[in-house]
């Protein structure tokens, strides 16, 4: 079965550190791949996507992430993390072809706190 | 282009009543997503459509329907309302299997 792991449901950063949340999934093939954001009463903001090629993939907003087939893992980075990056971050996984098109499988995210 | 937009964006019900919620995807786009949101069991796909079909559902009690018309924009209906269907509905809207982008979602209360 499909399924999305975001292992951290909280973290806090100061601004300017560094960023990464975790991302892992279950799928039996390799997926597209999709971070996006929420803030608060607001729908999802898609950060980047990964569909094919280039392991490293760059978003909006300077994130990044990096798709690793053998962790099945698609972590996202940011290197100087900003007071308006505090957010909520949810990962997601959606099919290249069969039964399930048209459907993303989501994390449970991860909500990001950014201290001044 | 014009974003995904959903009407309305707020909503109050009593328990037992019906709600239909409105989703107009982005220019072109065929697909149409539904998912709902709680903070008890975060983002769970509802159904998807394309070209007025359904294609996809998730694990949803018939309570949940939906339809997409031919100029693409779609509808989900909520029957006989119960307190835990309170929720930040999303739709969302992509071309063919690609990248679903999202509304700002309808925030429904039942009470």
């Known amino acids: 079965a499909q399924s999305v792991t975001q292992p951290d449901i909280h973290i806090t950063v100061s601004e300017g550190a560094s960023l990464e949340l975790r991302c892992n999934y279950s799928y039996g093939a390799t997926p597209y791949l999709f971070w996006y954001v929420q803030s608060p009463g607001q729908g999802l903001q898609l950060l980047l996507k990964y569909f094919s090629g280039d392991t490293l993939v760059q978003g909006i907003k300077g994130f990044e992430a990096e798709f690793k087939r053998s962790q099945s893992s698609f972590n996202l980075r940011k290197p100087s993390v900003h007071w308006s990056d505090a957010a909520e971050y949810f990962c997601a996984v959606g099919a290249r072809r069969g039964s399930t098109l048209g459907r993303l499988y989501f994390g449970r995210g991860t909500q990001l706190t950014v201290w001044p | 282009k014009a974003g995904v937009t959903q009407t309305p964006r707020y909503l109050i019900k009593t328990r037992g009543q019906q709600v239909t919620l409105s989703c107009s995807p982005i220019?072109?786009?065929?697909?149409v997503s539904w998912y709902q949101q709680t903070p008890g069991q975060g983002l769970q796909f509802l159904f998807e459509y394309f070209s007025e079909t359904q294609r996809n559902k998730g694990n949803f009690p018939g309570r949940f329907s939906g339809r997409q018309f031919s100029n693409s924009r779609s509808e989900m209906n909520v029957s006989t309302l119960e307190l835990g269907d309170s929720a930040l509905y999303l739709c969302a809207s992509s071309v063919v299997e690609e990248t679903q982008y999202f509304g700002p979602g309808t925030r429904l209360l039942v009470l």
């Open positions: 220019s072109g786009h065929r697909s």
